[in-house]
């Protein structure tokens, strides 16, 4: 569109849409791209409040001639998602469960309601949505629809489309509407009625009479023809059901508004039989023999090379040490009324198999932990095969075919023998084998002509070998531009022009989500990569050394698979501030696709500024650096590193904001306070001076600045224990006083060196100033922060050369020697040392007390936040198992981060997200938290926010632990310095009066 026409359809759209408006280039980028290797920046971005402002959107870019893109969450494998048009996102604000009607089993929902948030609300009538893709944590209802989506469960369920009742839709021309299954008679009255109605409902008639037969010869017979439109759905067999005709139609047909969906019974009791083969194909061969013997309710599979994957990435290692024998594995999931009915089914199988419960190929799973931890085992698959160790960088575009069961060991040798005739290596096949679904992640070379040009070749060869077997190039994730293009080696011309016909029955104009399915675009443009794609290169601080040592790389690790949008942390931290905002651009994802864009690799990226852009400043200012994606993101992408990488470069050579110099700078400033610790306490507490402190400071007047403690952990340690012990001595270890223990909670400390002592340690404390950069690293004062680590590596280089182990209290100082020190410093040799030996508090007495250790019996509950750097760097694990040996019955909460994350949560202007991310789950448990049950918090940040939000005091593990406190608690606090702090006031005021009214009547005496 011309730029004075978009100006145009944007001031419209902010005139007359309730709704978020967004032209941007930070709107436009964050929606350049879903899953997919596709990549088209959209002309502008609307997020409704309400389906009727997505009405009024739709009518606006009517008049406009603009096209349409409807959007859920994002993450189409096939490019569906993404194109140059106005995106509506339907997920922030339209998502509500309209209703539930238990008896009748169905429910009417808004299109943007995510599916595991709908069936949480359906647990209650014990019902439930059926279909469940892999990412039903983050997927839409509304895009559910749109791709007709099936997952693991469809063995039972059948696709979406099968589970639709009814579908609200409006069409680009205004026809708004309910649609679903349509009986003669009623099929008749539409049509006599006239109108837009009739004449869609006279058109959809004659494509049944003209093509119907060559529909049902040419359509394949299989559970998961997701490919092309459903016009099988308008057969009188099949009560020509409009809406299943609607679904799967990636938007290109009519806007979905709402949806009635049909709901199944929840299956109380399962068991899954896990079978182990000698290859993946020995397994596949094996599908119709379980579907002679059972009818279960999943069969998934995943070979020796994804467990490999999973191995060398850290993931699920208990599930993958659970798995039998094998070189191959089917998941086998069988259902009933109770457990011993579930169980019996199993064994019927495994009986019908020439198999026991005994053998090394079998495992029977009946719990449901383990169950969900080998269906999680199997949903990682995208994630685990995507920068897989020893092989390059693997892609969609041939990952979800799907062919009879019965041919499906012969589809794999054949598949298998493609890859080795375009060199692809070894890619790892897994997926929904019940259905004939294979799952695979290909290492094509979409970087170079060549590479591009055998994408398109593989892929064409790939739809002739896939229709020989009487398959469906797409058996789940729909065509979108990847497969669009091939719809006529598969369906032939005859059906292509039915489908040209009934796109122009719904969208004459075609303007619903344009060069899909119908005159798609080629399968090699529009590529997120591609042959022309030329980013730029920079030099950068962090070392980047997972990622070729290029940030680029990095940038790239996001696939757009959106775990980051999950509504709740779901036992994790990722991503906190998404979870708030609910903002495409707040998501790890969204980010990703700013910095993406900014590398301007492409022509038309919407980020001309590099690293001054204001747009990716502003997205990355509510990143709490949590790290969280680090360990959550299935490919560990790393945003805060990102961020803090960014902010170097955005800032080199001018101005910061003032809080990059307050609380970046906090540890000299910290240690200049302790010399005067009182004053300073009475300073930050005073009224009036605190408030201008805090302006001036760019800190946020909502919070009440830490008090210093009367005396530093260092000052203790000279005063109360003199000597430091021998750093060769096997038993030393040093224990790191990072600035919030040292300087505002030292007795954290005392606590840490009792109980270190009691386990045999012999404790040392440093006893210069030492500091691991944490606060430069996170406002992106990198070169700062090098020089710090280079003083403090220098003043522990004879406790380094001697190889004494430091441990760690503050977790986030810990995670900078176990992460980002060796990445910002990758030459220095004392860091790399210094990263090997540096300890949790946990770690060093569960694994490396000298003589064994023998806690304190607690016996008592506890509530536990996990700090976020510590869950995404160090693992949480050993901390429980110290825990449970103290007699301790931990309850770790799910609340992701606490919200304060350092120096986020005192910033101006972060104060409102900061504490909307402890109100999501933290702050209410602590309140809900008896008087008797310990509340325990490792990190500062974490302790400090429970303290403000509800005013209980959490302690650190050390505390708890510590022999003096008894039963274990926090000691006293340091005082906060208010009382102090009005006197001062007072006395401020006081003097500033005492001399106004000197300074009145000497210029009274002058006048007389």
């Known amino acids: 569109m011309p730029s004075s026409a978009v100006e145009a359809l944007e001031t419209a759209l902010r005139e007359r849409v309730d709704g978020e408006i967004g032209f941007d280039a930070g709107s436009r980028s964050a929606y350049s791209t879903d899953a997919s290797n596709y990549r088209q920046v959209p002309i502008g971005v609307v997020v409704p409040h309400t389906v009727e402002a997505a009405a009024t959107a739709i009518e606006v870019c009517r008049e406009h001639d603009a096209p349409v893109l409807s959007r859920g969450g994002g993450t189409s494998l096939a490019g569906e998602c993404t194109n140059t048009a106005i995106v509506i996102d339907w997920t922030k604000h ?59 469960t469809a063995q039972r369920t059948g696709t979406t489309a099968q589970n639709v009742r009814r579908l609200e839709i409006l069409t680009y021309d205004g026809l708004r509407c309910w649609v679903g299954p349509t009986p003669d008679g009623e099929l008749e009255r539409i049509i006599a009625e006239g109108g837009s109605r009739g004449r869609l409902y006279e058109g959809l008639r004659r494509l049944r009479e003209e093509y119907g037969g060559t529909v049902r010869e040419r359509f394949p017979d299989i559970p998961r023809r997701i490919s092309g439109y459903n016009l099988d759905a308008l057969l009188p ?22 949806a009635e969906l049909e709901l199944l019974p929840v299956v109380e009791h399962t068991t899954t039989a896990v079978l182990g083969y000698s290859d993946i194909i020995a397994a596949a061969e094996e599908v119709p023999a379980i579907l002679e013997h059972a009818e279960p309710l999943q069969v998934e599979a995943l070979d020796d090379r994804m467990v490999g994957f999973m191995r060398a990435k850290g993931l699920h290692p208990d599930s993958i040490e659970l798995l039998p024998d094998g070189g191959g594995w089917l998941m086998v999931q069988l259902g009933g009324a109770t457990a011993d009915e579930a169980r019996d089914r199993a064994r019927r199988l495994l009986d019908g198999l020439g198999r026991g419960p005994e053998d090394r190929t079998v495992r029977l799973s009946r719990s449901v932990g383990e169950q969900r931890r080998f269906q999680a085992t199997r949903e990682s698959g995208l994630g685990a095969s995507t920068r897989a160790p020893d092989m390059p960088d693997a892609w969609p575009g041939w990952e979800d075919s799907a062919v009879p069961v019965e041919h499906l060991g012969r589809y794999l040798r054949d598949l298998r023998g493609l890859f080795d005739e375009f060199g692809l290596d070894d890619p790892s096949f897994y997926g929904h084998f019940g259905h004939g679904c294979v799952h695979v992640r290909i290492p094509f070379r979409l970087e170079s002509a060549q590479g591009v040009r055998d994408f398109r070749s593989f892929m064409e060869r790939a739809a002739d070998l896939v229709v020989s077997y009487g398959g469906s190039l797409s058996g789940e994730h729909g065509d979108g531009q990847a497969r669009g293009e091939l719809l006529d080696r598969m369906f032939g011309p005859e059906v292509i022009r039915a489908f040209g016909e009934l796109k122009s029955l719904f969208d004459p104009a075609g303007r619903m989500n344009p060069g899909k399915v119908v005159d798609p675009g080629r399968l090699d443009e529009d590529l997120r990569l591609g042959a022309d794609w030329r980013p730029r290169e920079s030099e950068t601080r962090f070392a980047y050394p997972d990622d070729d040592h290029s940030f680029n790389r990095a940038v790239m690790r996001c696939v757009g698979v ?27 994802r969204g980010r990703a696709r700013l910095l993406f864009e900014m590398l301007q690799g492409h022509a038309d990226s919407p980020v001309r500024d590099g690293w001054r852009s204001t747009e990716v400043r502003d997205a990355l200012d509510l990143c709490l650096a949590c790290k969280g994606c680090k360990s959550d993101c299935p490919v560990n992408v790393d945003m805060a590193t990102y961020k803090a990488e960014f902010l170097s470069h955005h800032y080199a050579g001018r101005l910061r904001p003032m809080a990059h110099y307050s609380l970046g700078w906090l540890p000299l400033l910290a240690r200049a306070a302790q010399r005067l610790p009182r004053a300073a306490n009475a300073l930050l507490h005073a009224p009036g001076i605190a408030a201008a402190g805090k302006r001036l400071a760019g800190v946020t007047g909502r919070r009440e600045a830490p008090p210093f403690a009367a005396e530093s952990l260092q000052a203790w340690w000279r005063r109360e224990r003199g000597a430091q012990p021998d750093p060769a001595d096997p038993r030393t270890v040093l224990l790191w006083p990072d600035t919030f223990t040292n300087r505002f909670q030292p007795n954290v400390g005392r606590a840490a060196v009792r109980v270190l002592e009691s386990a045999g340690f012999r404790v040392a404390v440093p006893e210069e100033p030492v500091c691991c950069g944490l ?74 007390a000298p003589d064994g250790w023998d806690p304190p019996a607690l ?7 996990k700090h976020c750097h510590h869950h995404a760097v160090m693992g949480f694990q050993t901390d429980l198992q110290v825990m449970g040996k103290a007699g301790l019955d931990a309850e770790v909460l799910r609340s992701g981060c606490c919200g304060l994350a350092g120096n986020f949560g005192f910033e101006r202007g972060h104060y409102e997200i900061s504490m909307d991310c402890a109100e999501q789950a933290l702050l209410p448990a602590v309140r809900d938290t008896g008087p008797d049950t310990l509340v325990l918090a490792d990190g500062f940040s974490c302790r400090t926010q429970i303290e403000a939000g509800t005013g209980r005091q959490a302690v650190h593990l050390a505390e708890a632990l510590d022999p003096a406190s008894g039963e274990g608690g926090a000691a006293p606090r340091p005082a906060d310095g208010k009382v102090a702090g009005r006197l001062l006031t007072g006395a401020v005021v006081g003097l500033g009066a005492a001399a106004a009214a000197r300074y009145l009547a000497r210029r009274g005496r002058m006048r007389r």
């Open 94 to 152: 339209c998502d509500r469960l309209v209703s539930v009607d238990p008896e009748d089993r169905t429910c009417v929902v808004e299109p943007g309601i995510v599916l595991d948030e709908l069936n949480r609300r359906l647990a209650g009538h014990g019902l439930e949505f059926g279909p469940r893709p892999s990412t039903h944590g983050q997927c839409a209802v509304g895009g559910m629809v749109g791709n007709n989506s099936c997952g693991a």
């Open 237 to 258: 067999e099949q009560g020509f059901d409009v809406a299943r005709l609607v679904a799967g139609s990636e938007g290109t047909l009519a806007t979905v508004l709402r």
């Open 562 to 588: 959106g775990k980051c949008r999950r509504p709740d942390p779901d036992g994790g931290v990722m991503c906190p501030s998404y979870q708030v905002t609910g903002e495409e651009r707040h998501s790890t």
């Open 775 to 848: 606060t430069w690293i996170s406002t992106g004062q990198l070169r700062t922060a090098e020089n710090v680590l280079r003083r403090t590596i220098g003043r522990l280089r004879p406790w380094i050369e001697a190889g004494t182990p430091v441990v760690g209290l503050e977790p986030s100082c810990t995670a900078v020697f176990r992460a980002d020190a060796p990445e910002l410093m990758p030459e220095s040799k004392g860091v790399q040392r210094l990263r090997e030996r540096f300890w949790t508090f946990s770690e060093a007495l569960l694994h490396h």
């Open 859 to 865: 016996g008592r509950a506890a509530v536990v936040q």
